[in-house]
T-cell receptor, first 110, second 114 residues
Framework: RKEVEQDPGPFNVPEGATVAFNCTYSNSASQSFFWYRQDCRKEPKLLMSVYSSGNEDGRFTAQLNRASQYISLLIRDSKLSDSATYLCVVNRLPINKFYFGSGTKLNVKP | ETGVTQSPTHLIKTRGQQVTLRCSSQSGHNTVSWYQQALGQGPQFIFQYYREEENGRGNFPPRFSGLQFPNYSSELNVNALELDDSALYLC?????????????FGPGTRLTVL
């Protein structure tokens, strides 16, 4: 079983739409959780960390459910520039090692 | 920008050859992790260096080796290249090898093995 599983998509949405991604992780000892954004042929860039209490950054809201071992990302009022692949990431000690999902592709259309 | 740099940006090699990829970490970061990203997949952990020592290794054969220098820059060496080694190689720097911390990625080296 993969450490982190995501729906690969693609999610094709119109500008202004709200879109949600989920991912699940298999190891309950996972300690930190992140969403990274990756544009085509570029490096992953940190979008936001994810906390149990939920956190929001502008149009982006992330949520963590430890009991069910899933992480979500909500994007409101989608922009064309949001088109990218969104990578769900978990890590845990004893080393700061990242486990990545395969990514969910988002296409925002005019 | 993250302040993490990698060189070269692109590389073409043939099977059986050897390659060295380089990474400079963000100022103040003492940990470098290397990842391999095949097309359509998420990055896979190769290994991590913390204060010049290998701090953990993923499921990669011994022909993948690395080094970290006193200034915390790092190298990834791959011997006896195989076609499946064609991928984007990413390095990421972070603070401390023993805390669950954010990692910042360099732009990557795209390796093609023919």
């Amino acid at each position: 079983r993969k450490e982190v599983e995501q729906d690969p998509g693609p999610f094709n949405v119109p500008e202004g739409a709200t879109v949600a991604f989920n991912c699940t992780y298999s190891n309950s000892a996972s300690q930190s959780f992140f969403w990274y954004r990756q544009d085509c042929r570029k490096e992953p860039k940190l979008l936001m960390s994810v906390y149990s209490s939920g956190n929001e950054d502008g149009r982006f809201t992330a949520q963590l459910n430890r009991a069910s071992q899933y992480i979500s990302l909500l994007i409101r009022d989608s922009k064309l520039s949001d088109s990218a692949t969104y990578l769900c990431v978990v890590n845990r000690l004893p080393i700061n090692k990242f486990y990545f999902g395969s990514g969910t592709k988002l296409n925002v259309k005019p | 920008e993250t302040g993490v740099t990698q060189s070269p940006t692109h590389l073409i090699k043939t099977r059986g050859q050897q390659v060295t990829l380089r990474c400079s970490s963000q100022s103040g970061h003492n940990t470098v992790s290397w990842y391999q990203q095949a097309l359509g997949q998420g990055p896979q952990f190769i290994f991590q260096y913390y204060r010049e020592e290998e701090n953990g290794r993923g499921n990669f054969p011994p022909r993948f080796s690395g080094l970290q220098f006193p200034n915390y820059s790092s190298e990834l060496n791959v011997n006896a290249l195989e076609l499946d080694d064609s991928a984007l190689y990413l390095c990421a720097s972070s603070l401390g090898g023993t805390t669950p911390d954010t990692q910042y990625f360099g732009p990557g080296t795209r390796l093609t093995v023919l």
